[in-house]
């Protein structure tokens, strides 16, 4: 088995993702706010592409909680923003989640055709990383970036799930650019390696420093998101 890691959402091929097990990281905060909504009780995540699409989907169904930002900030007439810690309460549970970020969803949509689309981020590492191990396919680290550029925190995020799947089976094939993802993640406190990133600075000045807490906190939660046709869905507990 081989991990590969892209760097941004545009450098995803879809010959690239072709019959592998893709694994869509925004650790700020898109994949934070996935697998913390699905850990909570949400029924599934629907990732659109537009605000547009979104009231589309309300308009169908009044009962999904429309999500996401745009420049960080929750979209005018949206219910929730993009923080993780909005969607802790209960509110979520049972119910579907429509979202629509800068990069995630983005990601995630493009990624769609891959043969498993999980979504990972610090808090379930270990539990994607399990999920990966059980799939035994070749698997596509996919970071969403920021605007299209690389980004320090999905690198990170990247890094730590190899770090995981190689902890349990030391065996498996890095290429480099996943063995410097692990490296670089190894090399200290994720908070510490991020604290300096753009990305963690643009959400500072937005007042959003408990997110960057928040989203550093490995292996909090045992969910495995998987892109299913009913939307992202939380079918493992580990
Ligand atoms: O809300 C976020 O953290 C970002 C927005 S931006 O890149 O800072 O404008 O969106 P995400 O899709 O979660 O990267
Ligand atoms: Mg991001």
Do not use: W
Request: include cysteine.
């Amino acid at each position: 088995m081989l991990l590969d890691v892209v760097l941004t959402t545009s450098a995803l091929t879809s010959q690239a993702i072709s019959g592998k097990t893709l694994v869509a990281i925004d650790i700020l905060r898109a994949s934070s706010t996935i697998v913390t909504a699905l850990a909570n009780g949400c029924r599934a995540v629907i990732p659109v592409l537009t605000p547009e699409e979104a009231f589309e989907l309300k308009k169908r169904d009044p009962d999904v909680i429309l999500g996401g930002e745009r420049k960080g900030l929750r979209i005018p007439g949206f219910d929730k923003g993009n923080s993780p810690l909005e969607y802790m309460s209960s509110d979520i549970v049972g119910r579907r989640l429509v979202l629509t970020t800068t990069n995630g969803t983005r990601l995630i949509r493009k990624g769609q055709e891959a043969d498993t689309l999980l979504v990972g981020s610090l808090l379930n590492a270990q539990a994607v990383a399990r999920e990966v191990l059980k799939l035994k396919r070749d698997t596509l680290l996919a970071c969403a970036g920021t605007l299209d550029r690389f980004s320090l925190d999905d690198f990170v995020g990247a890094g730590s799930i190899v770090r995981e799947i190689v902890r349990f089976s030391p065996d498996v094939s890095l290429s480099d650019i996943a063995l410097a993802a692990m490296k670089v993640s190894a090399s200290g406190d994720p908070v510490l390696s991020l604290k300096e990133s753009f990305h963690v600075r643009k959400l500072m000045e937005l007042g959003f420093a408990q997110d960057l807490d928040y989203c550093s906190r490995l292996n909090l939660y045992g969910v495995v998101p998987r892109l299913t046709e009913k939307g992202i869905e939380c079918l493992e507990k580990v």
